[in-house]
Nanobody, 121 residues
Framework: QVQLVESGGGLVQAGGSLRLSCAAS????????MGWYRQAPGKQRELVAR???????NYADSVKGRFTISRDNAKNTVYLQMNNLKPEDTAVYYC???????????????WGQGTQVTVSS
């Protein structure tokens, strides 16, 4: 069983910062990409940032220069540092990871339960 547990969401004023964390646990053999998605009310879930095992990253245009994704491979953990937050960043943020379990022969996508980020103006 693989679990992704997120933490770090909350309420912040515009211009403020938050740091999200997501730790993967379970019978993990390897992890390829890890990333963060978000879904605002009435909108589709969208990619925020993604990092592959070698360290390459990509970001949504709307967060470039403000958000930074990083990972600690030894801890199977991915982070999202969010600076200069804007009200339009308000959403539920979901962690995603492409994981191969020790008992599996392929990598599969797993999702966290989501953490609310609210930015007040």
């Amino acid at each position: 069983q693989v679990q992704l547990v997120e933490s770090g969401g909350g309420l912040v004023q515009a211009g403020g910062s938050l740091r999200l964390s997501c730790a993967a646990s379970g019978n993990i053999f390897s992890i390829n990409a890890m990333g963060w998605y978000r879904q605002a009310p009435g909108k589709q879930r969208e990619l925020v940032a993604r990092i592959i095992s070698g360290g390459s990253t990509n970001y949504a245009d709307s967060v470039k220069g403000r958000f930074t994704i990083s990972r600690d491979n030894a801890k199977n953990t991915v982070y999202l540092q969010m600076n200069n937050l804007k009200p339009e960043d308000t959403a539920v943020y979901y962690c995603n990871a492409n994981i191969r379990r020790a008992s599996d022969s392929v990598h599969r996508n797993y999702w966290g339960q989501g953490t609310q980020v609210t930015v007040s103006s």
